[in-house]
């Protein structure tokens, strides 16, 4: 079994008005839904309901490479 974390996003909705809950900004934009799976004990993940597309795809990307991914939609299928 794998030890790494596992991160689900999901993209809940195509336009809606929404405060992000990592960055604080109030969109209307796509919504995303973000939460991140551990195996280690004791450790509860965080699970985001509202986020923007800049706040996931940096979280699943990194900062070096989100904006070329947020481009290509990579999240949003
Ligand atoms: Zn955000």
Partial sequence: MSRENTRLARLVKHREHFKCEMCGKTKLAK??????????????????????????YRECYGTKFYKKKKKEGTLDK
């Fill in 31 to 56: 919504m995303y839904e973000y939460r991140s799976i551990s195996f280690v004990r004791d450790y509860i993940p965080p699970h985001l309901k509202k986020m923007c597309g800049d706040c996931i």
